[in-house]
């Protein structure tokens, strides 16, 4: 799903224009990555959380040349689902435990 086809599907909700559906989808996004900018971790009941990660310098290595190549330290948004999330995505494995 592309946020074009993400518009389409908030605007066919209700009576809303596609300059609507844009505006919605944009703020949210905008709303998820500030909070990220800000080392806030996002949670959304049913669906994940997202947080920022830290990951750690290290010695990587250049796949062409063998060369080995200093990766610095960043951080990087991370997402975990949630677990209704997970068995709605595999409902074979949450029968086998239920």
């Known amino acids: 799903m592309t946020k074009a086809d993400l518009v389409e599907k908030v605007t066919g909700v ?3 224009t596609r300059r609507d559906g844009e505006v919605i ?7 998820v990555i500030g909070a990220l900018k800000s080392g806030d971790k996002i949670e959304i009941r049913g669906f994940g959380s997202f947080r920022i990660r830290q990951r750690n310098s290290r010695i990587g290595r250049n796949p062409k040349t063998g060369e080995r190549v ?3 330290a960043k951080k990087v ?5 949630s677990k209704e999330l997970r068995d709605l995505v595999n409902p074979q494995a949450a029968a086998k435990v239920a």
């Open 14 to 16: 209700g009576d809303l």
């Open 25 to 31: 989808v944009e703020t949210i996004f905008d709303a």
């Open 70 to 72: 200093e990766v610095p």
């Open 77 to 81: 948004p991370y997402f975990k689902p």
